[in-house]
């Protein structure tokens, strides 16, 4: 497929994915990675305008990857057009157990 022009939103999802694949909380990895819990929401929801290489790098280490490897992983989901799932609030620290 070609790519949706948009890949600010497969960097999202792949940030969201390798969280959600660590078992942390959105906190947790903002903790970890030292980025501040509004930022991590607004790059997991495709809503941050830019953010530099040094927070993804963060973010992907902090997830217990690589830059490399998060890269790949957005150019896989670039194609998907799904959205944020999380809330942007501070309130979704609680992990759901459910899944």
Not at 25 to 37: F, H, I, M, Q, Y
Not at 56 to 61: E, N, P, V
Not at 66 to 87: I, K, N, V, Y
């Amino acid at each position: 497929m070609p790519p949706t022009g948009e890949p600010q939103i497969a960097l999202g999802r792949a940030i969201q994915q390798l969280r959600e694949d660590s078992a942390m909380s959105p906190k947790e990895l903002a903790d970890r990675a030292e980025v501040d819990l509004d930022l991590l929401a607004e790059i997991e929801c495709s809503e941050a305008d830019t953010a530099d290489w040094g927070t993804i790098t963060r973010l992907s280490r902090g997830a217990g990857s690589s830059l490399t490897e998060t890269a790949a992983l957005a150019e896989h989901l670039e194609a998907d057009e799904g959205r944020c799932q999380s809330e942007k609030t501070h309130g979704w620290g609680e992990r759901d157990e459910t899944h």
